[in-house]
């Protein structure tokens, strides 16, 4: 799980937005500060970006990178705080920004926000060493003694609030050593680098510390552990709270498990801070000693400014490890044995932990964070212990539930008890479909994951009614005359109708003509499913064309057309460059390619909306073919949009390439076969030549550099596809050779599972997924076998299509999910079990247990399934790619990846 995407959700009930959208109007959750309001003074500048909010006197010219101070702030004397600092500065005139609401500055702050920036509540940009200095001096003397979070990138100044950090202070980018962009600052050779922003502080070597700043990181280099009669051998996990580490007592040598909390840091949606909650996680285990089902308190001290609880170290594995290794959906074909088996297991695990719930409650207790996560089952799976009380409260308090992991959130009218009853009833269906974080859009989801699991498990289907009893409480009855949601309230901009439970988520060129694959469902072949009075999804996703139809009307009612960031709502990196928003993977540019790839027509209006946010490209703008400008252009010339197209187009030559990864997604393959294609459409002889260098250089670097990323995206698989589309242009053997070596090069980190299944190797899980895992690999290996024999890629293509036929996929889209496996089996040319059109059928079945109604539309969830996404890569556009790839008239395909032939043209044996 990426805790990130819990920041997206409040601004928005049903899709991933920004939090600084959030409605400043919104029940006052987003209220703004006082400063923020006011204009900016004479001779000033303001500015708004992203959470930010900055004045700049324009008579003063700031240096682009330094020492740099911020000033952190607790909820209860940010006000205060920001109006002492801009009585100082604007005098001055000393520029600076800050956070402008309460709700932006607890995000910042919250559990699990970035631990790199947290705690920036002001930035303050002197001109020089010197005046850092005077600023740092007054400003302490101003604001010494308020208290706020420690920022774990700086260097405090005394006791704070005051810190420093030496960074940029002007929007730069370099790529660092894997070729990603990142903010820069200009080493002592004039060169960009990557400006470190980590949860450390950090000098650049050729920079000296001013003598200023020693007496300060002597003080942060006086605390160390070695006064505490605990040895820390590893850390268990790091929020921004604190971290949790295993230990041992060096007194008795008893393994024990020490948690740390962070003053003023980790907020919880109350406001409760790491301290506060660890405070509270030790009352309640006070009260529930002697239980077997919770751990003991061994001990509780302070260090430095940083409290830490000692418990004991709970053996056995979290409850979430089991599914990999026994979940049967994760084959093919599960044997009724097998299912029979796994629903005992289960029943027996929810058994055992609702006992253990029910004797915390016994002690008058609410657990009030029940989730997979944090139930511990021992090694002979006979026992379970409950961990992380940090938000449990008296049974008798009645309190709401501040602290939350996306798939177990309960209702806003859940209190006490009745959390941890929401939680267990969860669990009964996350044990058999882990799918639960979809209730945070629709909570009727309930009933027809409980029909799944039915179909598909001999459980008691009382087990499952009485969980959706629990879940759906208080919502109303369905309206049967529709198909939509029963519940589903109009989308707000401020939120979820129930208040967000704040940091608290635990958590055209010219068409490749081919036939269709090996047994390509005919278009029309299958008969409509039967709809009963009221059916969840408006329509099922295999009832092509209405599930077309249906998700193109989806994403057409969800546009925002009058908003400058983004058109069509997708994955939260939308926010996190200037292209996201109109990029190929999470933008315009994707969901236009898929509208018009399956036949849904030109959508004028989006078109135009992607021509005004390209027409002037923001400086940092990636030049990517997924994430940036060569897939803009190349889209916009597909549409017919030549001239603007051709603008792009020379904006990215004309661009530095030095350094730049190999990769497809951002990278060179993916500008190269961006410009071969326009170089086929255009006859313009200076992209052919463009496309071939990207070659070279491809080759190059993907044969001179240890690649820490596999699969198409980002591995080099996505170099061997622009090689063999070279091949395939100019005929040179040595290219498609080069591609073999690419090709080998990722299947080197693949291993085989236990039924033959081909997968990604990540060290601790293995991936069949298109954009990273092996499912990618194999279309580029198809692609490579139309022209040449290896038995090595031969035996791997089989592999990878038993990866892409498990019954269960924990998302599902294109890029990490479901809707990969429909595309990669609707468009293979291997034969043989996993091709078949029952075959396909069979996942598409699977990809609608993630579906949801939007609007009275069929729509998809997006990555971490929290929020609705529409986009190519995470959303509905990938799913209905990936739908037309299996049942439209014509080919539908990722672009550079139409359907193969079905035998070599050309064999060549690979060495």
């Known amino acids: 799980m990426n805790k990130g995407y819990a920041a997206f959700c409040d601004a928005d009930r049903q899709f991933y937005d920004a939090p600084h959208t959030l409605a400043a109007d919104d029940d006052g959750t987003a209220r703004l500060y006082e400063a923020a309001g006011r204009e900016a003074p004479a001779g000033w500048q303001r500015h708004q970006s992203g959470d930010w909010l900055a004045y700049r006197p324009l008579a003063s010219e700031l240096p682009p990178q330094g020492w740099k101070i911020h ?528 036949g849904c027509g030109r959508w004028p209006e989006a078109e135009e909306w992607l021509l005004r946010a390209v027409r002037t490209p923001a400086p940092g703008t990636p030049l990517g073919f997924y994430d940036g400008l060569s897939g803009i252009a190349w889209t916009l010339d597909r549409l017919g949009h030549h001239a603007p197209a051709r603008v792009l187009v020379d904006l990215v030559l004309a661009q530095d390439w030095d350094g730049m990864a190999p990769d497809l997604h951002g990278g060179l393959a993916g500008i190269g076969l961006a410009l071969d294609a326009l170089a086929a459409s255009t006859g313009d002889t200076t992209l052919r030549a463009a496309s071939l260098r990207c070659g070279r250089l491809v080759a190059e670097r993907t044969a001179s550099t240890a690649a820490t990323r596999t699969g198409l995206l980002y591995g080099a698989s996505g170099a061997a596809l622009l090689l063999v589309r070279l091949y395939e242009r100019t005929g040179d053997p040595e290219l498609l050779d080069l591609a073999a070596d690419a090709l080998r090069h990722d299947l080197d980190r693949c291993v085989r599972g236990a039924r033959g299944a081909l997968q990604v190797d990540e060290g601790w899980r293995t991936m069949p997924y298109l954009g990273a895992g092996s499912v990618g690999i194999g279309m580029v290996l198809d692609d490579w076998l139309a022209h040449g024999t290896d038995v090595q890629f031969g035996e791997a293509r089989d592999g990878i299509v038993r990866a892409a036929q498990a019954k269960f996929y924990a998302q599902p889209g294109l890029f990490r999910g479901a809707a990969g496996m429909v595309l990669h089996l609707s468009r293979t040319n291997a034969t043989g079990p996993g091709t078949t059109a029952d075959d396909v059928a069979r996942q598409i079945g699977v990809l609608s247990w993630h579906a949801l109604p939007y609007e009275g539309r069929l729509a998809f969830p997006g990555e971490q399934m929290m929020r609705l996404s529409m986009d190519l890569g995470t959303g509905t556009a990938g799913c209905l790619l990936a739908l037309g790839a299996a049942l439209h008239d014509a080919p539908v395909h990722l672009p550079f990846l139409p359907p193969p032939p079905a035998a070599p043209a050309a064999p060549r044996t690979g060495p």
């Not at 909650?277 to 430095?304: H, I, M, N, Q, Y």
């Not at 068409?511 to 009221?534: F, N, T």
């Open 71 to 598: 000033v952190s702030a607790r909820l209860d004397n940010a006000e205060k705080i920001l109006a002492q600092v801009w009585d100082y500065c604007v005098p001055r005139d000393i520029a600076f920004k800050f956070v402008p609401s309460r709700y932006l500055l607890h995000r910042r702050n919250a559990k699990y926000a970035d631990r790199a920036a947290s705690g920036k509540f002001i930035t303050v940009y002197p001109v020089d060493d010197a005046q850092c200095r005077t600023i740092c001096e007054d400003l302490d003397a101003v604001l010494g003694g308020e208290p706020g979070p420690y920022i774990l990138s700086d260097l405090r100044w005394g006791a704070g609030p005051v810190h420093v950090r030496y960074g940029s202070f002007t929007e730069r980018n370099c790529r660092d050593e894997h070729g990603d962009v990142r903010p820069a600052i200009e080493d002592a050779d004039g060169r960009l680098v990557p400006d470190r922003r980590e949860p450390a502080f950090h000098v650049p070597p050729w920079i000296t510390l001013p003598d200023f700043l020693r007496p300060h990181l002597r003080a942060r280099s006086a605390t160390t552990t070695t006064d505490i009669p605990y040895v820390i051998e590893r850390a268990l996990h790091f929020s921004n709270g604190g971290g949790v580490y295993a230990a041992r007592d060096e007194r008795t040598g008893r393994k024990v498990v020490l948690k740390e909390a962070r003053p003023h840091a980790g907020l919880a949606a109350d406001g409760a801070d790491a301290v506060t909650r660890l405070v509270r996680e030790k009352e309640a285990l006070d009260r529930l000693s002697g239980l077997p089902c919770t751990p003991e308190v061994l001990d509780w001290f302070t260090l430095g400014d940083h409290t830490f609880l000692a418990l004991d170290y709970i053996e056995g594995r979290p409850l979430n490890t089991f599914f990999a290794r026994r979940h049967p959906l994760i084959e093919e074909d599960p044997d009724p044995q097998e299912l029979a088996a796994y629903t005992a297991w289960a029943l027996r695990i929810h058994g055992l932990v609702e006992r253990a719930v029910d004797a915390v409650h016994s002690r008058g207790v609410a657990f009030n964070d029940l989730h997979l996560f944090n139930i511990m089952v021992s090694d002979n799976e006979s026992s379970v212990v409950l961990l992380d009380f940090e938000a449990a409260a008296g049974a008798e308090e009645g309190r709401r539930q501040v602290i939350a992991n996306p798939g177990f959130v309960a209702p806003a009218d859940r209190r006490g008890t009745d959390v941890d009853r929401y939680a267990l009833a969860c669990l009964r269906i996350a044990l058999f479909l882990p799918l639960t974080s979809l209730f945070a859009v629709d909570r009727t989801k309930a009933a027809h994951l409980a029909n799944i699991v039915a179909e598909h498990f001999p459980v008691d289907r009382a087990f499952l009614d009485e969980a959706v009893e629990e879940i759906t409480r208080g919502l109303p009855a369905p309206d049967l005359g529709v198909t939509g949601p029963p519940f589903d309230a109009p989308r707000r901009a401020g939120g979820s109708n129930d208040p967000p439970a704040a940091g608290g988520f635990d958590g055209p060129p010219p068409r490749h003509e081919a036939g269709p694959p090996h047994d390509r469902p005919a278009p029309g072949a299958r008969s409509r499913p039967a709809r009963g009075p009221y059916d969840y999804l408006p329509v099922q996703p295999g009832d092509w064309p209405r599930s077309r139809d249906s998700m193109a009307d989806a994403i057409r009612a969800s546009a925002s057309l009058d908003r400058d960031d983004r058109c069509v709502p997708g994955d939260i990196a939308q926010f996190a460059s200037p292209a996201g928003g109109s990029c190929f993977a999470h933008g315009a540019a994707g969901v236009l390619y898929a509208l018009a790839e399956t």
